[in-house]
């Protein structure tokens, strides 16, 4: 072999693994870098706590009646003690809309229809019998997007009630097991964003202060609105579902639970766009492209009461990241119904028969 | 005496054997999974939310696998791929997190950054290749292609590499 080759070769061989060597320790099982003590303490012992309650558990899917009250799931493996899932209930949105608790699946551990998924807070608590709460999970990863069999989730991460802490997952239904004893940082933001969406869209905005009422939202509006058809009402009233708005754009999961939601006839294809609601629950717009000429918009939202969740403008989509065209947005991007409207409205998305609203500022 | 060796793992029976559970499996494939993922990403921030995923990928299947640390690398593989392309889009929102570089070595951090600035398949091969001391056919197992493809893209990594020496 060419002594040069081997000589690359075996410079390279070193620098992978100088790189390796150059990994701090791991938050997972070590000592975290930049962590102050006590928090790392406390996080350890209430791993350890949690893996307690939860390695002697598992979390099976129960769900909850229209009164509240936790069942267990059927059948719990061997080896696994049952435990439930019980509902917060009762979470109170931006706009002081309240909802939750949980509706009634099928008793009989049967099938969640859509309409029930859609009514369920986007976090559920999870507790074992004792009533002790282990964490939160996710509704979209217990419950797929339904209709669907309790518990089809598979691996559901499990949050701790503060939501800052992953203590676990559920692996298929029954079992829970500590996996996850701490998080890196971004899942921390994270998760710090879900749970404060899952309490209300409280969300604490770790970005300069935004102004609600005049809080522009980068999104993008297509052509497949034409397609698709009307979008559905906003599923939480006063609370949009974080992996609605800026999800992974090669992910999918977040649109396949809108696409199911929304019963979007997408063809399985787990490509954008992803409709985007304000807080009011109108259509904002639309994140993604259908592939052939997204057009993008800048639009102008007021919300409700002033504040908007601020998955509205987390991770901004980054210029190049759709289409070359992002920066000549244009301000006419199509709404649903796009019947005449007079001056300074534009039509609503949500009203039936076609209605007008007052117009959106739009800017490019 | 030479240690009996797992045909399927080259690695010895007892290590296997403690790594029978995944909680063991995970306590003594923890390290390993992180330092693959992070010369394949190059990026400390993100390595244990990766393996945490693949952990937790494997899971479910871990009771039928003959060989769940193979399946755990390309899990990972496949991973850091589409967190790759996710990271593209996300690299503004996520700059405020960035870490600051360790102490570096010139030399070696100047080649480690060109071999960071490779297309993600090239640098895949690298990695398996040199830091994970595969054959052609395992890295096409990896990475789901064929061997002539291995052998094309590590070609073509190090003729890259060598242009820019």
């Known amino acids: 072999m060419d002594t040069s080759i081997q000589d690359l070769e075996e410079k390279i061989r070193s620098a992978l693994h100088y790189r390796a060597e150059q990994l701090p320790p791991t938050s997972l099982t070590g000592d975290a870098p930049n962590r102050p003590e006590r928090k790392r303490t406390a996080s350890r012992a209430f791993v ?7 390695l002697a558990v598992a979390v099976v899917a129960v769900l ?18 049952p435990c439930t899932i019980k509902d917060p209930g009762n979470f109170v949105g931006p706009d002081g809309t309240t909802f939750g608790p949980t509706p009634s699946p099928d008793p009989k551990g049967g099938t969640l229809s859509t309409e029930e998924i859609d009514a369920m807070p986007d976090y559920i608590s999870v507790a074992c019998e004792t009533d002790t709460v282990g964490g939160w999970v996710k509704k979209v990863d217990m419950f797929g997007t339904g209709p669907a069999p309790v518990m089809n989730g598979g691996d559901v991460l499990v949050y701790a009630d503060n939501g800052t802490t992953i203590v676990g997952h559920i692996g298929n239904g ?13 899942q921390r933001r994270l998760a710090d964003r879900d749970a404060s969406l899952a309490e209300g869209c409280k969300y604490s905005q770790d970005k300069p202060a935004h102004d609600a009422d005049g809080l522009t939202i980068t999104a993008l509006m297509s052509r497949w609105i034409e397609v698709i058809g009307a979008p559905p009402p906003n599923p939480l009233p006063g609370c949009i579902p974080r992996e609605l708005l800026f999800p992974d754009l090669d992910g999918g999961r977040a649109l396949a639970a809108y696409k199911t939601r929304a019963g979007f006839p997408v063809g399985g294809s787990l490509r954008p766009p992803f409709p985007v609601f304000a807080v009011d629950g109108t259509l904002a717009g639309f994140e993604g492209s259908d592939g052939q000429q997204p057009a993008f918009i800048t639009i102008t939202t007021t919300s409700t009461n002033g504040r908007v969740p601020a998955s509205l403008i987390d991770d901004p989509p980054t210029p190049g990241d759709f289409s070359s065209d992002y920066t000549n947005a244009t301000p006419t991007g199509r709404y649903y119904y796009d019947g005449p409207c007079p001056p300074g409205q534009v039509p609503s998305p949500l009203l039936a028969p076609p209605d007008c609203v007052a117009a959106k500022t739009a800017t490019p | 005496m030479e240690p009996s060796v797992d045909p399927m793992t080259h690695r010895s029976v007892q290590a296997v054997s403690r790594e029978s559970t995944f909680e063991g499996f995970y306590e003594a494939q923890l390290d390993w999974a992180r330092r693959l993922t992070f010369v394949l990403t190059g990026d400390d921030l993100f390595v244990d939310d990766l393996v945490q995923d693949a ?18 690398r390309v899990t990972l593989v496949n991973g850091v791929r589409r967190h790759r392309r996710r990271e593209r889009r996300r690299e503004q929102a996520h700059a405020s997190l960035a870490h600051p570089s360790p102490e570096e070595d010139g030399a070696l951090d100047d080649l480690v950054d060109r071999i960071d600035r490779l297309p993600y398949r090239q640098r895949a091969v690298l990695v398996l290749r040199y830091f994970e001391n595969l054959s052609e056919a395992e890295i096409a197992e990896s990475l789901g292609c064929r061997p002539g493809t291995v052998k094309s893209l590590a070609s073509r990594a190090l003729a890259r590499l060598r242009e820019e020496t």
Do not use: I, M
């Not at chain 1, 909850?64 to 003690?81: C, I, L």
């Open chain 1, 174 to 186: 029954n079992g829970f097991a500590a996996v996850r004893s701490k998080v890196t940082e971004a």
């Open chain 1, 64 to 81: 909850v009646s229209k009164q509240g009250t936790d069942r267990e799931a059927p059948a719990a493996p061997t080896g696994f003690v």
């Open chain 1, 48 to 54: 350890v706590a949690a893996a307690a309650v939860v």
């Open chain 2, 55 to 72: 952990f937790v990928r494997l899971r479910p299947r871990f009771d039928q696998l003959d060989n769940p640390r193979a399946y755990l």
